[in-house]
């Protein structure tokens, strides 16, 4: 077998055509530093956290609630004061992850609170007491008002204009 004569590209051809210098775009590797944005990063990293942080409690209170059930095995057994001061510290270890656990819950809700932030768009609840003539009149003065057009002369005239 000999080897396969190179058949210029379509790109080469028409470089030839137009009777310029053909450049290979294909071969040239374009490496385009991508800057992440810092709050993104930050929310996929807290996330990443408190999905991790959520796991491990939720794992210390399955734990340590079968470890109390053996403790309290072995203290209703052996009737030992100690058996059952272990057991109580268990309990309050349990019990505090717990709260833990739900002081978690707050912290994330007050985070994503402060990352959203106020609304930038406040709202205003108004009450108008008037006839529709005249909120249209309010709204639409552009209708409604007087115009002032001045002559080449420099007179001011006043134009009424009429709704409708």
Known sequence: MGKKSEK????????????IEYENTKDKTNIQKK?????????????????????????IISKGNEAIDGILEVATEGDSPRAYEVAAQMIKTVADANKDLLDLHKKMKDI??????????SHTNAIYVGSTKELQELVNQSR?????ITHAEGDIIDIELENG
Do not use: C, H, M, Q
């Not at 409604?144 to 002032?148: D, F, G, T, V, W």
């Open 112 to 121: 994503r609170k402060d990352d959203f932030g106020p609304s930038s768009v």
């Open 144 to 148: 409604s008002a007087a115009r002032r």
């Open 35 to 59: 800057e992440v944005n810092p709050i993104v990063k930050e929310s996929k990293e807290l996330e990443t956290d408190y999905t991790s942080v959520r796991s491990n409690l939720y794992s």
């Open 8 to 19: 210029p590209r379509v790109g080469e051809k028409i470089a030839d055509a137009l009777d």
